[in-house]
């Protein structure tokens, strides 16, 4: 079935530097891409998405690109900020929307520190 | 963005009685919701897909009896987890759908049976 990988953390950086969370993707069919952001303490939320292959979702900073050729839909954000501490999760949707189920990696926690 | 709420956050229960955990979408409509259960350090799994005014969906290997699902209005969902056992505690979130392609998560209950 549809499976969703990605990098094992703890990732810790000092503040300002470079962040990249891998994330690769089996899925037989064409499906939407997500990164999921949790707070300490609040919900998952959306942080951006990709719908078909090579867009770029982008929010905050952060950015990804769907790569049907790699399978991947790696996480990146230039310079980041102690504030941008959470647990990252890379997800799926067989039906290539939100509305429908979500397959998720097994989150990756970023610790930033000043 | 829209706000889900779960209720209790944290509930600790005897091992042989049943526990209600409560799903609410409290800005929006949601005519479906997803239970997902998460073990510390894994991934969110999805157990069931609720839809109003309709039986659930479970997902392969979810015991549809254990874990009994209503969705008795466009803004509440309820998990009951019957006659719990140590093993089922875990740490329970739901998300709703928007219906226009994006799901917003509740903060998650945490379950422990004693």
Known sequence: GDSVTQMEGPVTLSE????????T????????????????????????????????GSNKGFEATYRKETT???LEKGSVQVSDSAVYFCALSEGGGATNKLIFGTGTLLAVQP | GAVVSQHPSR??????????????????????MFWYRQFPKQSLMLMATSNEGSKATYEQGVEKDKFLINHASLTLSTLTVTSAHPEDS?????????????????????????
């Not at chain 1, 300002?16 to 994330?23: M, P, V």
């Not at chain 1, 300490?40 to 090579?54: F, R, V």
């Not at chain 2, 509930?11 to 479906?32: M, W």
């Not at chain 2, 709703?96 to 392609?101: C, I, S």
């Open chain 1, 16 to 23: 300002e530097a470079f962040l990249t969370i891998n994330c």
């Open chain 1, 25 to 56: 993707y089996t899925a037989t069919g064409y499906p939407s891409l997500f990164w999921y952001v949790q707070y300490p303490g609040e919900g998952l939320q959306l942080l951006l998405k990709a719908t078909k292959a090579d867009d770029k």
């Open chain 1, 72 to 74: 991947s839909f790696h």
């Open chain 2, 11 to 32: 509930v600790i229960c005897k091992s042989g009685t049943s526990v209600k955990i409560e799903c609410r979408s409290l800005d929006f409509q949601a005519t479906t």
């Open chain 2, 90 to 114: 875990s740490f329970y979130i739901c998300s709703a759908d928007t219906g226009v392609g994006e799901q917003y998560f509740g903060p998650g209950t945490r379950l422990t049976v004693t």
